[in-house]
C-alpha cells in the first residue's frame, strides 16, 4: 500500500461523518420516492438534482478535508464535481423528457459506481470494511446498467428502482461511516 492509499484512507477514517451525511442525504432520497411514486418529471427531476448536488458537495469536502497532496484524493474530488455537474444539469434543463432523465441517472450512477469501486480496490489493504465500499460503487454500476438496458420502462418503476438503489447505497455508506467511528474511536484517545 503507498502513502497515497494511506492518507487517503486516513481522510476518509477522520472524516467518518461525511460519509454519514452522504448516506442519510441518500436514503432520504430513497424514501421520499417510494412514500411519494406520484410525483410528477419535474419534481423528479429537481429532487434527483439537490441530491446529485448535495452528494457532490459532500464528496468534495470528503476530498478537501484531508489535506495532503492532489494524488491521493482524485477520485472523491472527480466523483464530487461529477455530482454537482449532473446536479446543476438538471436545475437547467427542468423539462428534460423521462428518457433523457433516465439515461442522466443511469450515466452519473456508473460514472461514479466505477469511481467508488476504483477507490475500494486501492484502500482494500488500508480501509477496514472497503467491501461496504465496492457494494455501494457495485450497486451505483447495477443499477445504472438496469436502467440503461429498459430506459422505457414505466416512471413508476423507475421512481421504486431509483429509491431502491439509494437506500442501498445510502446504508452501505452508513455501515462503512459507523465501522470507520468504531476504528477512529479505538485508535484516538478521548
Not at 439515461?103 to 480501509?127: D, M, N, P, S
Amino acid at each position: 500500500m503507498n502513502s497515497i492509499e494511506r492518507r487517503l484512507a486516513s481522510m476518509l477514517s477522520r472524516r467518518w461523518w461525511l460519509l454519514v451525511l452522504r448516506g442519510v442525504a441518500a436514503i432520504g432520497f430513497g424514501v421520499l420516492t417510494w412514500v411519494m411514486p406520484g410525483l410528477s418529471l419535474a419534481s423528479l427531476v429537481l429532487l434527483f438534482g439537490a441530491y446529485s448536488t448535495a452528494d457532490g458537495i459532500f464528496a468534495l469536502a470528503s476530498a478537501f478535508a484531508g489535506g495532503g497532496d492532489q494524488d491521493s484524493r482524485w477520485a472523491l474530488l472527480l466523483e464530487g464535481l461529477l455530482g454537482i455537474g449532473v446536479g446543476v444539469a438538471t436545475f437547467f434543463a427542468p423539462a428534460i423528457t423521462a428518457v433523457a432523465l433516465v439515461y442522466y441517472i443511469a450515466i452519473w450512477a456508473i460514472a461514479t459506481g466505477v469511481l467508488e469501486i476504483v477507490l475500494a480496490v486501492r484502500l482494500r489493504r488500508e480501509l477496514p470494511g472497503e467491501w461496504l465500499l465496492f457494494l455501494a460503487g457495485l450497486a451505483s454500476v447495477v443499477f445504472g446498467g438496469v436502467i440503461m438496458a429498459h430506459p422505457g420502462a414505466g416512471a413508476l418503476s423507475i421512481i421504486w428502482l431509483i429509491g431502491s438503489y439509494a437506500v442501498l447505497f445510502g446504508v452501505a455508506l452508513l455501515l462503512l461511516a459507523f465501522k470507520l467511528r468504531r476504528i477512529v474511536e479505538g485508535v484516538i484517545p478521548r
